[in-house]
Nanobody, 132 residues
Framework: QVQLVESGGGSAQPGGSLRLSCAASGFTLDDYAMGWFRQGPGEEREGIACMMSSDGSTYYDDSVKGRFTISRDATENTVYLQMNSLKPEDAAKYYC?????????????????????????WGKGTLVTISS
């Protein structure tokens, strides 16, 4: 069965950390660009961290740059999002997505709204809440 399954969401305090996982099954991430997207209440979904598996290049939205890190474990066929120094505005449902590299210029284009419409696979999301 081809799918992406996110895990690791939950509640954290401001300044705290969480690590999200996105496990792929039925296909290998080696052939795909990967991204983490989030959608807060009443907001549009946005790309925050993306990676090209072909060369390991990464892109981060300014809102998370320096705090979040996207990484990939090829042996586990899993992508991670390490989130540090969490802020209240990071509260959202987080999704991972994958699409083939062709048609993408770089990791930044993977994170664009236009790219979201071309994803091959989406996970169902994992919820992150921030509360003190």
């Amino acid at each position: 069965q081809v799918q992406l399954v996110e895990s690791g969401g939950g509640s954290a305090q401001p300044g705290g950390s969480l690590r999200l996982s996105c496990a792929a099954s039925g296909f290998t991430l080696d052939d795909y660009a990967m991204g983490w997207f989030r959608q807060g209440p009443g907001e549009e979904r946005e790309g925050i961290a993306c990676m090209m598996s072909s060369d390991g290049s990464t892109y981060y939205d300014d809102s998370v740059k320096g705090r979040f890190t996207i990484s990939r474990d090829a042996t586990e066929n899993t992508v991670y999002l390490q989130m540090n120094s969490l802020k209240p505005e990071d509260a959202a449902k987080y999704y991972c997505a994958a699409r083939p590299h062709w048609g993408l210029t770089n990791s930044e284009t993977m994170c664009t709204r236009k790219s979201m419409y071309g994803m091959d696979y989406w996970g169902k999301g994992t919820l992150v809440t921030i509360s003190s």
